[in-house]
């Protein structure tokens, strides 16, 4: 009986099979992915002439149009419930604002965010294979830094050119500090390894690359020279990322590992401290007092401002209204993502939002520590809740993947046609 039944149902098993290869490796996901990942690096200082359109905005607008029509993607159930929760919620709260909101601000977070509605279910072996990859190309720019801060050190000369002296001011991105001395009156330049708006930015992402190689790979030469590279920058954010997700990457690391470790960071901070990088480090801890600094205003002042949500007539519900915040604050430091929210829309939407955030970073997660350190990015990196770049890669890291463990209520948005021999 069982042999007439293997007889009878060949076509089913191989139907089976390829719809387990399909659910592994969806069309168009590592075209998707790598081509996404490229543009977020290396065009995300570039804007379209004559229009101001950011180029990262079109190509990832492109490419979900793509994605959508010839590739596989999901439309999660949850996501959208709680996305439209969201975005009812700031309808309302720009209703109630009491000052003129700022359509395109509003329509920009609901666009941005409404991507993150959509999944692509895959195998943790394709995952893998794409965090790889990413891994790779910060370490391509890991090597730029280093050359970069390492050059001028030992040369006194810029190795690597700004792209300012290469590129025409009007396709350029501006109100970013791209070009940035250690400190006032220095001569050596932080390394915005030629493509990044500024240092930060290097920062952050090798800090993810780093965290991405721990969770996922562990190979030591890579950490040393992803870690080498984020000390390099000068810039404080990407080691604010390793030090809040440290808790959950040190239990990664077996016991041996650990005893390697020990005599490795022992020579690192033998190597910092001769080349200087601690007494860099203890000036800039000091300007955390200083309402004038870039430390204050990227970690103290976002705390500090909230207090103006309590002239709102309704805190809960209703804030400043779209875009009014940094009108509001004159510009006096970075507005978080957070803080943003909260002035411009109030409690409610601001938590509605955090809610479908985190849902999307977390839910059948690869990894807890990875998905973590892009929300401390989200939530530390400084006043990314609109920052094109940023959306887009913590939608390409983390937000876009599920692996696949089992059956999940989903919804086929389009499948790829069949198309004809030779077509």
């Known amino acids: 009986m069982d042999g007439q039944a293997a007889r009878q149902n060949p076509a089913e098993r191989l139907q089976r099979a390829v719809r387990a290869v399909a659910m592994s490796h969806p069309r168009g996901a590592w075209f998707f992915f790598v081509s996404q990942l490229l543009a977020v690096v290396v065009l995300q200082r570039i804007v379209v002439p004559g229009a101001g359109v950011e180029m990262v905005l079109v190509t990832f607008a492109t490419g979900i149009a793509g ?3 010839f590739g596989e993607v999901h439309v999660c159930s949850t996501r959208v419930i709680l996305f439209s929760a969201f975005a009812a919620s700031i309808c309302l709260s720009s209703f109630l604002a009491s000052r003129e909101v700022s359509a395109t601000s509003l329509i920009l977070l609901l666009a941005a965010y409404a991507t993150y509605v959509i999944r692509l279910e895959v195998s943790r072996a394709f995952y893998l294979r794409c965090m790889n990859f990413f891994v790779d190309v910060m370490i391509v720019f890991a090597f730029v830094t280093i050359v970069q801060i ?9 190795i690597v050119p700004s792209m300012d002296d290469l590129v025409p001011k009007q396709m350029i991105v501006q109100g970013f500090v791209y070009w940035q001395t250690l400190e006032w009156g220095a001569e050596l330049i932080k390394p915005p390894a030629f493509f990044f708006r500024e240092v930060s930015f290097v920062s952050q992402f090798l800090a993810l690359a780093i965290v991405a190689e721990i969770a996922f790979f562990r190979r030591l030469w890579r950490l040393l020279v992803l870690g080498t590279a984020v000390f390099a920058t ?8 390793l030090a809040c997700t440290a808790p959950l990457l040190i239990a990664k690391f077996s016991r041996s590992a650990t005893l390697i470790a020990i005599p490795v960071i ?4 033998i190597g910092l401290a001769v080349s200087g990088w601690f007494s860099n480090v203890e000036h800039r801890l000091g300007e955390y007092e200083d309402p004038s600094s870039s430390a204050y ?9 909230l207090s103006r949500l309590e002239q709102t007539d309704n805190p809960l519900l209703s804030g400043m209204g779209a875009g009014n915040a940094e ?33 999307c970073l977390f839910y059948r997660t690869p990894d807890v520590s990875f998905s973590f350190a892009q929300l401390v990015v989200h939530v530390l990196g400084g006043g990314y809740l609109l920052v094109s770049p940023y959306i887009i890669l913590l939608f390409i890291l983390g937000a876009m993947w599920t692996v696949r463990e089992g059956n999940d209520s989903v919804q086929v948005v389009r499948t790829v046609r069949a198309f004809p021999n030779g077509a």
Request: proline share 5%; glycine share 14%.
């Open 297 to 305: 205003g990227r970690f103290v002042y976002p705390i500090v401002v």
């Open 150 to 158: 390492g050059g001028q050190a030992l040369t006194g000369k810029i």
């Open 234 to 241: 000068f810039a404080g954010t990407g080691l604010l990322i």
């Open 266 to 269: 022992a020579v690192a901070a």
């Open 327 to 359: 009108r509001a604050t004159k510009g006096a430091g970075v507005l978080a993502a957070p803080t943003k929210l909260l002035l411009e829309y109030g409690v409610v939407p601001a938590v509605l939002f955090y809610v479908f955030f985190i849902y």
């Open 67 to 69: 994605l959508c029509l």
